[in-house]
């Protein structure tokens, strides 16, 4: 392994810095430069966070030669409260992205965060409003969403990033409510859960048609730990998975976040990143296989950064995305590229 890896609500994942130097390591010339990207998933870390990793390491991202315009976060435990009530806490993040998007919108010519997928949990009943106005107020017209995630694997300790969700939880009574508030408000709902749990999401867009949800990472098709070696059997499941919930017409999916240590490609450990053509190679199915059931205007292209610079840089990551994109055309591209997140998160960019 080139760097340190661990993840956890408070350590460290890593040394930021020298992952940085590690993934632009492979330099490639840059495809398509001045196609017009929104990246609508990556996180930001204050010093001190899971990952450190703010504005200025973002726009070293956004700025390394893609024509990335704007971006939305995602909600992952950064710059919770210390303290106040416990449902309100995550609120805190929404006041630090804010700031740090104001920022991002003063600097000429770089990516302006345009959106904010903040959390909540959505099982909270009457006091679900009071969360979601209170990051209505803290992120203004960029609070667009909540991602309550439902991931949870019966093998934690084989994860890099062990989701810790409720057992059950999409399909509780209390959560569905919250999901459905969410629509009510003009919200959306993000997921980030395991391929096993592809059915269960599948059943909840199902019982809550009127929000629209966004499937991130391809439902995260695991092979490390029990998954390990699995992959071939894996895939042929998650395609029907796959199938299945795009037949919900309420549901958008993030295509991206598979280079994460968890997905068993093993990338992270090699002694240099990959190359945007041995990630087309090893991945390109996935998303040739989820653009063909959702339709290029429901699927829209995802860094999840910082958390796949484990495995290449941004650069690289963009490169590999248009390579699988070269086949589709013009409008399809724009809409993957750009107009699905555009749209589904009302992004003014």
Excluded at 114 to 137: F, S, T
Excluded at 285 to 291: E, G, N, Q, S, V
Aim: aromatic letters at 10%; proline letters at 5%.
């Amino acid at each position: 392994m080139p760097y340190g890896l661990q993840f956890g609500d408070t350590a460290v994942m890593a040394d930021a810095p020298e992952m940085q130097e590690w993934s632009t390591m492979i330099a490639e010339e840059i495809v398509d430069p001045d196609r017009r990207i929104i990246d609508p998933h990556h996180h930001l870390w204050p010093e001190g966070g899971a990952l450190p990793y703010g504005l200025d390491a973002l726009h070293y991202d956004t700025g390394s030669g893609h024509n990335v315009v704007g971006t939305v976060f995602v909600q992952c435990g950064a710059a919770h409260r210390a303290d106040g009530p416990e449902h309100l806490m995550p609120v805190g993040e929404t006041e630090f992205v804010a700031a740090e998007a104001a920022t991002s919108a003063s600097r000429d010519g770089a990516a302006t965060i345009a959106g904010i997928v903040a959390h909540a949990d959505l099982r909270l009943g009457d006091q679900l409003d009071e969360v979601l106005d209170a990051h209505a107020a803290a992120g203004g017209d960029l609070f667009k969403g909540v991602r309550d995630s439902g991931a949870l694997d019966a093998d934690p300790a084989a994860l890099t990033i062990p989701g810790s969700a409720a057992p059950g939880l999409y399909a509780m009574d209390d959560f569905r409510a919250g999901v459905a508030r969410l629509g009510e408000r003009g919200l959306t709902f993000d997921s980030w859960h395991y391929h096993h749990q592809n059915a269960d999401f599948a059943a909840l867009a199902a019982a809550v048609p009127g929000t629209p949800m966004v499937l991130d990472h391809f439902g995260t098709p695991l092979g490390v730990g029990r998954f390990a070696g699995k992959r071939d059997e894996i895939f042929a499941a998650w395609k029907d998975d796959i199938a299945a919930i795009a037949e919900n017409s309420n549901v958008v999916a993030k295509i991206g976040g598979l280079a994460m240590p968890d997905n068993g490609f093993g990338w992270h450990d090699a002694a240099t990143p990959v190359t945007s053509d041995q990630f087309v190679e090893e991945q390109g199915h996935y998303y040739r296989h989820t653009i063909e059931c959702f339709g290029a205007d429901r699927c829209m292209f995802e860094s999840n950064f910082p958390v796949d610079r484990f495995s290449l840089s941004y650069a690289v990551l963009w490169n590999a995305f248009k390579k699988i994109a070269a086949d589709y055309s013009e409008a399809e591209q724009t809409a993957m590229f750009s107009g699905t997140a555009e749209r589904v998160y009302s992004l003014d960019l």
